[in-house]
Nanobody
Framework: QVQLVESGGGLVQPGGSLRLSCAASRSVFSFNDMGWYRQAPGKQRELVASIALFSTNYADSVKGRFTISRDIAKNTMYLQMDSLKPEDTAVYYC????????????WGQGTQVTVSS
């Protein structure tokens, strides 16, 4: 069973930065791709950024402000969030996907990010 553990959330002022971490229980290369999702109160969960072997993808709302990366040696994925805005406030979830004959999605427990003055 895959375990994903997020950390790094918290309260930050507008314009500030945070770095989220997602530690996986096995090699990040064992997943077809990994990503960060977020869910604000009363809204649907949305994809923020994803990373595969040779590519990254970002939601338009975070392009130029957020950076997704992975540390292979640490089996960890990161989300560097800069120039944070109040609308970035949400619970952020780590996701990992394994695609074989079926698609298996694994999720972390979520970490709260609050952007407020």
């Amino acid at each position: 069973q895959v375990q994903l553990v997020e950390s790094g959330g918290g309260l930050v002022q507008p314009g500030g930065s945070l770095r989220l971490s997602c530690a996986a229980s096995r090699s990040v290369f064992s997943f077809n791709d990994m990503g960060w999702y977020r869910q604000a109160p009363g809204k649907q969960r949305e994809l923020v950024a994803s990373i595969a072997l040779f590519s990254t993808n970002y939601a338009d709302s975070v392009k130029g402000r957020f950076t997704i990366s992975r540390d292979i040696a640490k089996n960890t994925m990161y989300l560097q969030m800069d120039s944070l805005k109040p609308e970035d406030t949400a619970v952020y979830y780590c996701n990992a996907r394994v695609v074989t004959s079926a698609t298996n999605n694994y999720w972390g427990q979520g970490t709260q990010v609050t952007v407020s003055s």
